[in-house]
C-alpha cells in the first residue's frame, strides 16, 4: 500500500457531514500494489483518494470513522477505481445519521459540483465473503473485476460468515465499465453472511445496478437507490436473506426495480433464491414502459409482503419456461409469493402480475390464475403517495393499516404500515436524495 499525502485547507459544509469551522485537512490517495489495505482507520479529518483497484485483503480490518469521505480517481477500463474487501476481509464502516461516510468521485465538493443524476464516474464499493451461492463450484468470480484478480474470488459454506458493518453509508455516481459491458455496481454483495450488518445505505446515480447481491445470506435494511442506469436492486445465485425497508426510485435510464433470479443449475444444488423482503417501496418511471417493476426470471422465487409498487407500466412479471423450477413453476408452487400488498398505477390494474416466455409472448391462461391468487392473498390497488398528484414523494399521504402479512421472524421490525415508511422519514439528514429536495 503506498500512500501519497498532501495537505489542504478546507471548508466542509454539506448535508449529513457537517464541518462548522475550518479544518486542516490531510488527502491521502491510496493505492494497492497486492498488499490491501493492511489492518486500518480512515478518520474523518482526512479525505481518501482511491486509485485503481483497492482491496481489503484476506485478514484485514478496514475501519472507516463517522464522517468520513472517501473520494475516488474516475476512469473506465484499466483506469477503474473500486474499493473491494476480499473474502476473509471485512470492513467496519459504521456511520451516524448526523455523520454518515460518504463514497464518492474526484471533484465532488458535495455542494452540487456533480450533477445528481451524473453515473459512471468511478467503480464502487464490493464486499465478498465465504457464504453459499448458487455455481457448481459453490464459489464464483465477482463482475466488475478482472478475472486475473484472485481476491475477486466468492462464495463458500459458512450462512454467518461476518465481512463487516455497512452502516449509514452514501455511495454516489459509480458504475464504471471495465469492459465489454462488465460495469460495477454501487454496491455488491457477493456471498455475504448473515453476520454482516447491511443498514441506512444509499446509492445513488449508478450506471449499473444500484445494490446487487449475488447468494449469500445478509439480511439489508433501509437501502435507499435512486436513478440508477440498471435495477434499482438485482438478486442472484441463490440469494436466500431477509430485507426490509427497502426503496427503490428509478428515473427513464433505469429499468427494473427488483430483478430476482436463481442460480447456473438451482434443481441440483443449494442455496435457493428464496428472499424475504417486507416493507418495499419501488417507484417506476412515467416515461420508461419497457419493464416491470418487479422480474422473477431464472428460477428466482421468493416473498414480497406488506410493500407498495408504483409503475406506470407493469407490476411483477414471472418468466413461464415451461420448465420445472422457474419462477412461474415456483408461483404455483408457494414459492414465490406476493402478499398484502399496494399497486399503485399500474396499467394492468386488475392483474399487475403476469407470465412471459422467454420472447416475452403474455400466457392469458396463467394470467387469470395470478389474478385470482394475488386477490386472495391480500393485494390492492390504492395510491397511498398520491402519485397521481405528480409529485414524487415516499411518505405516504394515507398510511395503510388494514390486512397487514405476519411477521414471520424476529429479525423484521414488527411495523403496522406498508411500503417503506410510516409517518417518520428515515432518510433525512444523511441522504443526497433526502438533502437535495427532490423528494
Not at 402519485?387 to 405516504?396: E, W
Amino acid at each position: 500500500m503506498k500512500y501519497l499525502s498532501h495537505i489542504i485547507l478546507i471548508i466542509l459544509l454539506f448535508p449529513g457531514c457537517r464541518k462548522s469551522s475550518y479544518v486542516l485537512e490531510q488527502t491521502n490517495v491510496i493505492t494497492d500494489l497486492g498488499g490491501g489495505t493492511g489492518t486500518t482507520t480512515w478518520t474523518r479529518n482526512n479525505t481518501y483518494l482511491i486509485d485503481g483497484f483497492v482491496f481489503v485483503n484476506d485478514g484485514q480490518t478496514l475501519t472507516i470513522e463517522p464522517g468520513t469521505v472517501i473520494k475516488a480517481k474516475t476512469g473506465q477500463g484499466s483506469l477503474s477505481s473500486a474499493l473491494i474487501v476480499s473474502r476473509g476481509g471485512r470492513i467496519i464502516a459504521e456511520g451516524t445519521s448526523s455523520d454518515p461516510i460518504i463514497f464518492t468521485v474526484e471533484g465532488d465538493d458535495l455542494q452540487g459540483s456533480i450533477p445528481m443524476e451524473a453515473r459512471g464516474l468511478w467503480g464502487g464499493l464490493i464486499v465478498l465473503g465465504n457464504a453459499p451461492v448458487n455455481t457448481p463450484s459453490g464459489e464464483d468470480m465477482i463482475e466488475g473485476i478482472p478475472v486475473s484478480e484472485p481476491r475477486g474470488v466468492y462464495g463458500g459454506f459458512d450462512e454467518n460468515d461476518n465481512s463487516g458493518i455497512l452502516r449509514y453509508v452514501s455511495i454516489r455516481h459509480g458504475g464504471t465499465n471495465i469492459g465489454e459491458g462488465n460495469e460495477i455496481n454501487g454496491l455488491t454483495l457477493g456471498g455475504v453472511g448473515r453476520k454482516t450488518s447491511v443498514e441506512f445505505v444509499e446509492v445513488i446515480a449508478n450506471e449499473d445496478d444500484g445494490v446487487e447481491i449475488f447468494g449469500g445470506t445478509v439480511n439489508c435494511k433501509n437501502i435507499i437507490v435512486a436513478f440508477c442506469g440498471d435495477d434499482a436492486f438485482d438478486f442472484d445465485l441463490g440469494y436466500s436473506g431477509k430485507c426490509q425497508f427497502l426503496v427503490g426510485v428509478n428515473n427513464n435510464s433505469s429499468d427494473r426495480g427488483l430483478e430476482c433470479s436463481g442460480g447456473s443449475q438451482p434443481l441440483q444444488m443449494l442455496p435457493n433464491a428464496f428472499p424475504t423482503l417486507y416493507n418495499i417501496t419501488l417507484i417506476g418511471d412515467s416515461d420508461n414502459l419497457t419493464f416491470p417493476i418487479i422480474d422473477f426470471y431464472g428460477y428466482g422465487g421468493g416473498f414480497i409482503k406488506n410493500s407498495i409498487f408504483v409503475h406506470p407500466g407493469t407490476g411483477i412479471a414471472l418468466n413461464n419456461t415451461g420448465v420445472a423450477g422457474d419462477a412461474y413453476s415456483l408461483f404455483r408452487n408457494g414459492f414465490l409469493t406476493i402478499e398484502n400488498n399496494i399497486f399503485s398505477n399500474t396499467i394492468q390494474t386488475q392483474t399487475n402480475i403476469y407470465c412471459y416466455h422467454t420472447t416475452g409472448d403474455l400466457f392469458t391462461v396463467e394470467n387469470a390464475i395470478l389474478s385470482d391468487s394475488l386477490t386472495a392473498w391480500g393485494n390492492k390497488v390504492d395510491d397511498p403517495l398520491n402519485i397521481a398528484s405528480g409529485v414524487l414523494k415516499l411518505l405516504p399521504d394515507h398510511t395503510i393499516f388494514e390486512d397487514m402479512a405476519a411477521y414471520d421472524h424476529s429479525w423484521y421490525e414488527k411495523v403496522s404500515y406498508k411500503g417503506a415508511f410510516g409517518s417518520e422519514d428515515w432518510t433525512e439528514g444523511w441522504t443526497l436524495l433526502r438533502e437535495s429536495g427532490i423528494l
